[in-house]
């Protein structure tokens, strides 16, 4: 007779792989058999879609935080390219007596 859950069925790879359906990603709690399983980014379970849609902010804030470190970065690099080129420039230039 075969299973009315997916996720009974014999996993194509290793087990250590899969993600386990046996709890809630963010708080933990226990996923019944019986209950409806929230999913996101294909893989990860959440026992209510409150702590789905508080995973998908979190996620949301760091993407956000991380462009914003990224662009600093940017910046300071380029601050960084400009004074070194401005000071290779005058290294270069040649004074001439008159």
Sequence with gaps: M???FFFDAEPDC?????????AC???AKPLGRDC???????DTPFCSEECRDEQMQLDAI???Q??????RRGQQQQQHSSRTES?????????VAT
């Design 2 to 4: 075969a299973s009315a």
């Design 66 to 71: 991380a462009a914003r470190s990224a662009a």
């Design 36 to 42: 409806d399983i929230f999913m996101y980014r294909g």
């Design 62 to 64: 760091r993407a956000r």
């Design 14 to 22: 290793e087990p250590s792989l899969l993600p386990t359906l046996d």
């Design 87 to 95: 000071r290779h420039q005058e290294s270069m230039k040649v004074s």
């Design 25 to 27: 990603a963010l708080c």
